[in-house]
């Protein structure tokens, strides 16, 4: 596993990085299947997201990981989390061997986010509507320090329904929080029903932009395309920024894609050894010789 | 005791550059003072008190120490999960403030009354609940509560509390005797102890002194104090503004209940019932008994015959 140290935007070798967002799935399917936990549709769907943001946006590395001026990542949606724990063991973050004991009583990687657990963390998560008041609490903050500290957050289009995401979105408009960027996964599905079906088929794009933020809207699988907007950071000056990230969920894995049945179902054996073979990639923590 | 508070706050604020105070665009005027001594420390977040909630939360992770005000009962049931997840499970250092807490806003209405913000704070782990009784508690434990570690519910009046006077110290944690007695015991939370205050003078004309403590303190509770007030009387009597249920009364009972042998435990609270019709405060407490002659009614129907009294009624 090549882990890179360098978080500048120059030079991204994005067929790279897009091979390793394969590892990155085949993590998530592999501990889904071994944790026997669900969400795997919504930690799929996510995966690039979560990766740019860690090769082309945030100015945190393991080694600053406590820097009072580093960039915050909040995962807000957070039954997502195996992306999440992917990548920061692919970033060095965590030692690989800690994939190995998700989601097992005491261990770090919990089911669902904690920072008690995990001090890594920016802060826990695992109920919807949270995460954007929390970092435009942090910024705030680091603000009254003068700090060029930028914070990212990313939540699920089924979190868009709550209306605390509004309150905040409204309060960092009105705060002019140009160092705030929230990526929607928008992958469409929720857990139990179609988000434009629940959100009247209205434009999120259309929502962060009268509420003041500047926003855009992308093909959320697509690393370049990822990697292209996070570089016209801020979207706005002088704005928050949205960029609504338009993925599949499940993506990845043909059979889970765009299925509801995959936000809870756990893989089985049969299901993860398909998977595997057709992301054509193994789990970080899985020797190539277990093949 | 709001304006004890605000100029409490503003004046900790000055030796404390990390205090930040945020409202629930609520507290006409009452904040222009810190407003000018400290401008950028003071957010108005509209009326969104998740938002407010969770940017408190987001400013004590990068180490300020964030008091969040509105009304209690928008400040606590409006915003509840914020509290217990950003809040009490991160452990972080938010202080929020109630005005008016329990039934402060009495005339408005239901929408207005926080007859279970005790119930509620007390119920997340950490979480340390403190009912003043007066400007001078308010003021003496604002300063204890904003040195603590972990986060505090602060329930404050409306306004125009009496002010009332005991020679103990007011210690955060610790229960505080406003007068020595025997035979029975009573013990308030909260505001309502201006109107204990008045009828133990009631009490006085007629020849009798019960012990009497206010509990500022609601949680973690003074188990010591109570174990101590228990073994000396035959009969407490709690007093609170609230709904029967998780208050400071029901903590009374919890702690006594442990015990084999304990007095005759009578609580005194605003009954299982939205409190409908817009009365003044005062006419609300006379109808549950809180006003000081209904309380001390209460106390000279036990001192009379202490253990005769069914824990169970009321006179709700």
């Known amino acids: 596993m090549n882990i890179a140290k360098d978080n500048s935007l120059g030079g991204t070798d994005v067929a790279g990085l897009e091979a390793t967002a394969r590892r990155i799935r085949a993590t998530c399917v592999q501990l889904a299947h071994d944790g026997k936990v669900g969400h795997l549709g919504s930690a799929l769907s996510c995966v690039d997201i979560v990766l740019a943001l860690y090769h082309g946006w945030l100015r945190v590395t393991p080694e600053t990981a406590d820097d009072y001026h580093r960039d915050r990542f909040i995962f807000s949606k957070g039954h997502a989390c195996t992306a999440l724990y992917a990548v920061l063991v692919e970033r060095g973050f965590l030692p690989v061997e800690q994939l190995g004991r998700y989601a097992v009583r005491d261990e770090p990687l919990s089911d669902h986010p904690c920072q008690h657990a995990l001090g890594l963390l920016e802060c826990s998560s695992g109920s919807l509507g949270h995460g954007l008041g929390i970092a435009a609490g942090m910024l705030y903050g680091l603000g009254l320090d003068r700090s060029p500290a930028r914070a990212a957050v990313l939540l699920s289009d089924g979190e868009c329904n709550e209306g605390s995401v509004w309150e905040s979105a409204m309060f960092a408009a009105a705060q002019k929080m140009e160092n705030l960027l929230a990526l929607v996964d928008y992958n469409g599905l929720q857990a139990v029903g179609r988000s434009d079906d629940l959100m009247g088929h209205t434009s999120l794009e259309e929502k962060f932009q009268a509420f003041g933020w500047g926003a855009c809207t992308i093909d959320g699988n697509d690393m370049g395309a990822i990697l292209k907007t996070l570089k016209q950071f801020p979207l706005q000056p002088g704005r928050p920024s949205a960029i609504i990230c338009k993925t599949r969920k499940g993506a990845g894995v043909s059979f889970m894609e765009d299925k509801v049945l995959w936000h809870y179902r756990v893989p089985s054996c049969e299901d993860l050894g398909s998977a595997l073979a057709e992301l054509g990639a193994k789990a970080l923590h899985m020797q190539e010789s277990d093949q | ?316």
């Open chain 2, 1 to 316: 005791m709001k304006l004890a508070f605000v100029d409490k706050l503003t004046e900790l604020a000055e030796a404390d550059p990390n205090i930040m105070l945020l409202t629930g665009d609520l507290g006409f005027q009452i904040f222009d003072g810190f407003i000018e001594k400290h401008g950028p420390r003071y957010i108005n977040v509209g009326v969104a008190e998740a938002n407010m909630i969770d940017t408190a939360a987001g400013l004590a992770h990068v180490g300020r120490r964030p008091v969040a005000y509105s009304i209690a009962s928008f400040a606590t049931t409006r915003c509840f999960e914020q509290i217990k997840l950003s809040v009490a499970y991160a452990g972080l250092p938010v202080v929020i403030v109630g005005a008016g807490g329990g039934y402060g806003y009495c005339e408005n209405g239901p929408t207005h009354h926080a007859g279970e913000d005790l119930a509620l704070m007390c119920s997340l782990p950490g979480m340390t609940v403190v009912a003043p009784g007066d400007a001078g508690e308010v003021q003496q434990l604002l300063s204890q509560v904003m040195k603590l570690s972990g986060p505090a519910y602060f329930r404050i009046g409306r306004g125009r509390e009496p002010v009332y006077h005991a020679d103990a110290p007011v210690v955060l944690g610790k229960a505080r005797l406003l007068q020595q007695g025997e035979r029975i015991a009573v013990l308030s939370t909260g505001e309502i102890a201006g109107q204990l205050v008045e009828a133990l003078k009631i009490c006085r004309d007629q020849d009798m002194s019960p012990l009497a403590y206010q509990y500022h303190t609601v949680k973690p509770f003074d188990a010591e104090t109570l174990a101590h007030i228990a073994e000396r009387v035959d009969a407490i009597v709690t007093i609170e503004e609230h709904v029967p249920f998780g208050g400071f009364g029901a903590q009374v009972a919890c702690h006594l209940s442990a015990q084999s042998h304990h007095p005759v435990l009578k609580r005194l609270s605003v009954a299982d019932e939205f409190v409908l019709g817009g009365p003044h405060k005062d006419q609300m407490r006379r109808d549950y008994g809180l006003d000081a002659q209904g309380i001390a009614e209460t106390l000279m129907a036990l001192w009379a015959a202490p253990a005769a009294v069914n824990t169970a009624e009321g006179r709700q």
